[in-house]
C-alpha cells in the first residue's frame, strides 16, 4: 500500500477514503467507503485539474451528469455514483468499486485465447456503442467518445453469472481535462492508442476510438503493439501513427483471416477507411464468435446485454397474473414486497395498488430500481422501484426490507441471486385479480451487494427502532429522486426499457 495524504480524509461528509488503488497521468483512485450508504466500497477518482472558476465547474458537473447517464446505459461501464468538487477545487468522481484486473495486467502476463478475446472485443463494443450513438440529455442528442481506449482504462470483473465481465473506465474524462487546458492545441490520451486525428488536436469522431480499439484488439492479439515509433516522444509517435503501417497478425498466432481484416481495417489512418461504427464491428465479430467460441452454443450467457426474460419467464407471468390482493391488506394505493411460490421456485415480487388507469398509463414505461442499504442504527434495506414514461412522469415504487427479519433476509438474498423480480399490478377500482405483470432486472453488481448486505446484517446489532433507519433512508431517497430523474428523463427511447442503478 501506497502511504498517502489523502489516506484517511472524509469527503462531502460521506467518503472515507481508505488506501490508494491506484495513479494515472489524469487524477488518482481511491478506494473508500460511503459511510452514509452503509460502508459500501467505492471508488473515488480525484482528477489532476482544479477548476479554479465557474465556468470550468460548470463544464466539470455537465459532463460528469453525461458520464453518469452514460452508464446506466451498459453493463460494460463502470457506474458512477456521485461526483463533485471538494474544497481544494479539486474535481472527482465516485464510482462503483470494481474488484477486478485491468486488462492491461492481464495482457502482459497471460496469453489471451481466441474465445476470450472475441467476448472482450465484443463487451468492449457493447460498451461503446450506446455513448457513440450519444444520449439524450437536456432534450439534446449527445455522442460521446471515450479519447482514451487502452487497456489501463478496461477492468475485467468476475461475476457469478456472467462470467468475465469487461467494464470501460474513464469515458468523457479525457475531453475534460482537455477542455481546461490550452484550447488551441490541447492535447490528451496516451500516444501508443492515439488515432492519428487524435494527435493532430482535430475534432475527434467515434472513428477515433475504433482507431484505439484496434490498437488494443491488436495488442489482446499478439501481446505486442501494431505500431512501434522511432523514438517515444510525441514526434515519434506522430510520425508514426501517421506514416507507419500496422504490422501483420503473424501467422504463427493462428488468427482467423477476417479477424486479422478487421484489426486491420480498425487501423486504418484515414478514419473513412475504419468500420464506421462499433456496431459494424459487432457484426464481424459475430460469426467468429459463433465458430471459435465455446461458451456460445449454450446461448445463455451471450450477448452480455439487458435482454427480456426467455420464454420460461412467462409461465411465471401467468401464474402471477392468478394472484388475487391478500385478504390482511388495505385496498389502498399500496406498495409492499412479497416471496410467492410457483411451480418454477420461488419468485420475488412487489405488490402494488394504483388506479386502473394508472396501470394502463404505465403499461409502457421506463423500468429503474436502486438500492439503498443503511446499517445503523438498525440495518435496513430502501429497495427503489420507478417507473417512468415522457407523458405520465415518475411513479415510485418505493418499499423498506428490514434486513434482521427473516423476510428482509430471504427477500435480499432472493434479489441477489435471481437478479429480478416481478411487479403485480392491481387496480384500486377491481382489486380481485392482477391486472398487470411486469419484470425488472437487477445490476449484478447490485446483486452482489444485496448477498453482502444480507450476510452483514446478520451480524451487525441493532441500536434504535428500525423506524429511525427508514426515516433517513426516506431523507436519503428525496435527495436522490432528482438524479434518478434526469437519468430517466436521459433514457428516452420509444419502447420501454429496464435499467437498474
Ligand atoms: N472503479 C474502480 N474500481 C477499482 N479500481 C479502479 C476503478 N477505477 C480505476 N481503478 C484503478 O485505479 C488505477 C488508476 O486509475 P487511473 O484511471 O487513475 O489510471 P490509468 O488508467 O492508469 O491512467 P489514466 O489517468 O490515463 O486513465 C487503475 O489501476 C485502475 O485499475
Ligand atoms: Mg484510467
Redesign the pocket.
Known amino acids: 500500500m501506497i502511504k498517502d495524504p489523502n489516506t484517511g480524509r472524509k469527503l462531502a461528509d460521506r467518503y472515507q477514503l481508505i488506501e490508494i488503488?491506484?495513479?494515472?497521468?489524469?487524477?488518482?483512485?481511491y478506494?473508500a467507503e460511503d459511510l452514509l450508504l452503509g460502508g459500501v466500497t467505492?471508488?473515488v477518482?480525484f482528477l489532476?485539474q482544479t477548476l479554479l472558476n465557474q465556468k470550468m465547474r460548470n463544464r466539470f458537473l455537465r459532463e460528469a451528469t453525461i458520464c453518469a447517464l452514460l452508464a446506466e446505459k451498459s453493463i460494460h461501464i463502470?457506474r458512477v455514483r456521485d461526483y463533485g468538487v471538494d474544497d481544494n477545487d479539486v474535481p472527482y468522481y465516485v464510482?462503483?468499486?470494481?474488484?477486478?484486473q485491468?486488462l492491461?495486467e492481464i495482457i502482459k502476463t497471460q496469453h489471451l485465447s481466441l474465445p476470450r478475446f472475441l467476448s472482450y472485443a465484443r463487451q468492449l463494443c457493447l460498451g461503446l456503442e450506446p455513448a457513440h450513438k450519444g444520449i439524450v440529455f437536456n432534450r439534446e442528442p449527445t455522442v460521446i467518445i471515450h479519447r482514451?481506449i487502452?487497456p489501463?482504462?478496461v477492468?475485467i470483473v468476475q461475476d457469478s453469472t456472467l462470467g468475465e465481465l469487461v467494464?470501460i473506465?474513464?469515458f468523457g474524462?479525457?475531453k475534460l481535462i482537455e477542455a481546461n487546458r490550452d484550447q488551441t492545441h490541447s492535447f490528451m490520451g496516451?500516444l501508443a492508442y492515439c488515432s492519428p486525428e487524435q494527435m493532430e488536436g482535430k475534432e475527434l469522431d467515434n472513428r477515433s476510438d475504433i482507431y484505439s480499439l484496434g490498437v488494443m484488439m491488436y495488442e489482446m492479439l499478439a501481446g505486442e503493439m501494431p505500431i512501434i515509433p522511432e523514438t517515444p516522444s510525441f514526434g515519434g509517435w506522430y510520425k508514426a501513427h501517421h506514416q507507419k503501417p500496422p504490422k501483420g497478425l503473424s501467422t504463427a498466432l493462428n488468427i482467423p483471416q477476417p479477424l486479422e481484416q478487421l484489426v486491420r481495417k480498425c487501423l486504418a489512418k484515414d478514419p473513412s477507411q475504419r468500420p464506421q461504427s462499433v456496431s459494424e464491428i459487432l457484426k464481424a465479430l459475430e460469426p467468429l464468435e459463433q465458430r471459435y467460441s465455446d461458451r456460445y452454443p449454450s446461448q445463455t450467457k451471450f450477448p452480455v446485454q439487458r435482454t427480456e426474460e426467455p420464454t420460461p419467464a412467462l409461465t411465471i407471468e401467468a401464474i402471477c397474473l392468478q394472484a388475487t390482493w391478500p385478504k390482511d391488506k388495505p385496498k389502498q394505493k399500496i406498495v409492499f414486497p412479497k416471496l410467492i411460490r410457483t411451480s418454477r421456485g420461488v419468485v420475488a415480487t412487489l405488490w402494488v395498488m394504483l388506479s386502473g388507469q394508472d396501470i394502463v398509463n404505465r403499461q409502457f414505461s421506463t423500468r429503474y430500481n436502486q438500492f439503498l442499504f443503511l446499517t445503523s442504527p438498525h440495518p435496513m434495506l430502501l429497495w427503489i422501484t420507478v417507473l417512468h414514461n415522457r407523458e405520465f412522469g415518475p411513479r415510485w415504487l418505493p418499499c423498506y426490507l428490514d434486513l434482521k427479519t427473516n423476510l428482509g433476509q430471504r427477500l435480499a438474498r432472493h434479489l441477489g441471486q435471481s437478479g429480478s423480480y416481478r411487479m403485480l399490478f392491481f387496480a384500486l377500482e377491481k382489486p380481485q385479480k392482477c391486472q398487470h405483470v411486469m419484470t425488472s432486472t437487477i445490476d449484478p453488481t447490485q446483486c452482489q451487494m444485496l448477498l453482502n448486505w444480507a450476510n452483514s446484517s446478520q451480524t451487525l446489532s441493532s441500536s434504535a427502532q428500525p423506524q429511525i433507519s427508514k426515516n433517513m433512508l426516506r431523507k436519503e431517497f428525496e435527495r436522490l429522486k432528482p438524479q434518478i430523474l434526469i437519468k430517466l428523463e436521459a433514457v428516452h427511447t420509444d419502447f420501454p426499457s429496464d435499467i437498474s442503478g
Open positions: 488503488a491506484g495513479k494515472g497521468a489524469m487524477g488518482q483512485v478506494r467505492v471508488a477518482k489532476s463502470v464510482m462503483e468499486f470494481l474488484e477486478g485491468s492491461s482514451d487502452k489501463s482504462n477492468l467494464k473506465l474513464d474524462i479525457a496516451t
